[in-house]
């Protein structure tokens, strides 16, 4: 079945402790994204990539980085510089790379991230 | 004030009534428009994705496009319980529908 597969679905970071979630894709999507859901806000972009090697930062990128390396992978580490984690994390694909169009993006089913 | 506006309810009806779910926005350089579904601890699921003004039907689903009024919405015939879950509308103003503005998300209830 081709999906888009985040995990772990539950983590807990500590103080000052970095930690990274992982998205992995098998639609052969060329651009993938990170969001941030909070209560009552909707979904706020992190991070997106449209190809590999290269990603732009979204509108709350601070205390976020990313890597693409891999077409099907985009991992999203949390560092201790982002002083409010606790959100639930959804990565998304979409087959648009540059110049794309109608290109409609899917989401994963998320990443719980928790303060301990 | 936000670029996109969504009612986040909560909104309860009846089995079988007829739903309308509603987004407002100021950029009106919007014009791709996407409606999602998601459900308690999961990512959003499409539902409807159009370009510009009009309708677009798909099933009990109706997405409608009034880019004067800068106003969309979401109908759900025959609503079930099932279609219980929060709606999330979406839109871009790129061709690639890459950047993305949401709504807060309505949570809507269909009681049996």
């Known amino acids: 079945d081709g999906g888009i597969t985040q995990s772990p679905k539950y983590l807990f970071r500590k103080e000052g402790q970095n930690v990274t979630l992982s998205c992995e894709q098998n639609l052969n999507h060329d651009a993938m994204y990170w969001y941030r859901q909070d209560p009552g806000q909707g979904l706020r972009l992190i991070y997106y990539?449209?190809?590999?090697?290269?990603?732009q930062k979204g509108d709350i990128a601070e205390g976020y980085s990313v890597s693409r390396e891999k077409k099907e992978s985009f991992p999203l580490t949390v560092t201790s510089a982002q002083k409010n984690p606790t959100a639930f994390y959804l990565c998304?694909?979409?087959?648009?790379?540059?110049?794309?169009?109608?290109?409609?993006?899917?989401f994963g089913d998320g990443t719980r991230l928790s303060i301990l | 004030q936000k670029e996109v506006e969504q009612d986040p309810g909560p909104l309860s009806v009846p089995e079988g009534a007829i739903v309308s779910l509603n987004c407002t926005y100021s950029n009106s350089a919007f014009q791709y428009f996407m409606w999602y579904r998601q459900y308690s601890r999961k990512g959003p699921e499409l539902l409807m994705y159009?370009?510009?003004?009009g309708n677009k039907e798909d099933g009990r689903f109706t997405a409608q496009v009034d880019k004067s009024s800068k106003y969309i919405s979401l109908f759900i015939r025959d609503s079930q319980p099932s279609d219980s879950a929060t709606y999330l509308c979406a839109m871009s103003a790129d061709q690639g529908a890459q950047k993305l503005v949401f709504g807060q998300g309505t949570r809507l209830t269909i009681n049996p």
């Open positions: 159009t370009y510009s003004s």
């Open positions: 998304a694909s979409s087959m648009g790379g540059f110049g794309a169009v109608n290109q409609p993006q899917h």
């Open positions: 990539s449209q190809i590999v090697n290269d990603f």
